[in-house]
């Protein structure tokens, strides 16, 4: 058994055990005062959310999968799947870092279906370049995945353009949150989906305490070791996650951005969050 067949076993395994059915409001979501809600505090200014990715870039892959067990895999494998393409208009994946999960969209869409993945931070694009030579591209493919430097505050796409714009974990890196929705929301067609994968907290009180305290206590460690990371990237990590919004706060969010028929679903007791808002049909609401 070859390790991508394996992984996709232990994949289709665990995927019935680590996801919870698409709820639309959450009884055991945190109150605000619960995970020190300050994302006003937290300085998410450009130049320092592109200079501490480009500083970690080179190992930022290793340290994703190292920090998350191997659940991103499962997490991106779930979100192609949930929010699958048709068709063959185009699939932006918008602070894609390393182009993990444009490069799952673009084989999800048998590489017929073209994938542009955007970011701001040219180490990172750097990397998904090449792993697109190395890892993915291959003579003879149909379409391709591109890579485009570009802030999601103010893409350089036209409107009404992709049948799905994606975010994994970039979401709540972006300074003003609701611009970025909103230009994610433009450039998407009328009818197609904005799908967004990000951090959230557990429901059950005492897993949330665990979790919390791993994040704050063990995981900057870690990631400071192998990252080497002057500029503070895995505390910026717990920081932000506790403080931005999550599940049905973040569900209203988008709504309050346009979206219509949100729903979220709760991964890997609830560590994820997989939010699928669909772009309305014209602008009557
Ligand atoms: C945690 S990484 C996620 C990367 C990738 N999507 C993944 O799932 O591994 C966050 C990425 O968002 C990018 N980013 C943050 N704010 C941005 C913005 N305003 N515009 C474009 N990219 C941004 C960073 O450069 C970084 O590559």
């Known amino acids: 058994m070859g390790v991508n067949e394996f992984s996709n076993n232990l994949i289709n395994n665990t995927a019935m055990l680590m996801s919870s059915p698409p709820v639309h409001q959450s009884e055991t979501e945190p109150k605000k005062d619960e995970t020190s809600n300050n994302e006003s505090q937290i300085d998410k200014s450009g130049q320092r959310v592109q200079k501490m990715f480009g500083e970690i870039a080179p190992r930022y892959d290793l340290m994703n999968h190292v920090l998350s067990g191997g ?29 993990d999960l444009a490069f799952a969209y ?21 990397l998904a370049r090449e792993k697109f030579k190395k890892k993915y591209r291959k003579e003879g493919d149909a379409t391709s995945v591109e890579f485009v430097q570009a802030d999601t505050q103010e893409l350089p796409f036209d409107d009404d353009r992709f049948q799905i714009v994606s975010v994994a ?6 300074a003003d949150t609701m611009q970025g929705l ?3 929301m433009r450039v998407c067609q009328p009818g197609g989906r ?5 951090f959230s907290l557990p429901g059950n009180k005492l897993l949330r305490g665990i ?3 791993y994040f704050r206590n063990i995981l ?5 070791f192998f990252a080497r990371n002057k500029h503070d990237a895995y505390e910026y990590l717990p920081e932000t996650v506790s403080a931005f919004p999550y599940g049905q706060q973040l569900a ?20 994820a969050t997989l939010y699928i808002g669909y772009k309305p049909e014209s602008n009557v609401t």
């Open 71 to 99: 659940t991103d895999y499962y997490w991106r494998w779930y979100t192609i799947r949930k929010a699958s393409p048709s068709g063959t208009s185009p699939i932006l994946d918008v602070c894609t870092g390393t182009g």
């Open 106 to 126: 673009w084989k999800r869409g048998r590489k017929q279906i073209p994938v542009i993945g955007s970011d701001f931070t040219q180490e990172m694009l750097e």
């Open 169 to 174: 974990f970039g979401l709540r890196n972006i």
């Open 182 to 184: 909103k230009e994610m």
């Open 194 to 198: 904005v799908v967004i994968l990000e």
């Open 211 to 213: 979790y919390t305290w």
């Open 220 to 224: 900057p460690r870690i990631g400071q």
């Open 252 to 271: 209203t969010l988008l709504e309050q951005a346009g979206l219509k028929k949100v729903k979220f679903i709760p991964l890997t007791f609830g560590i």
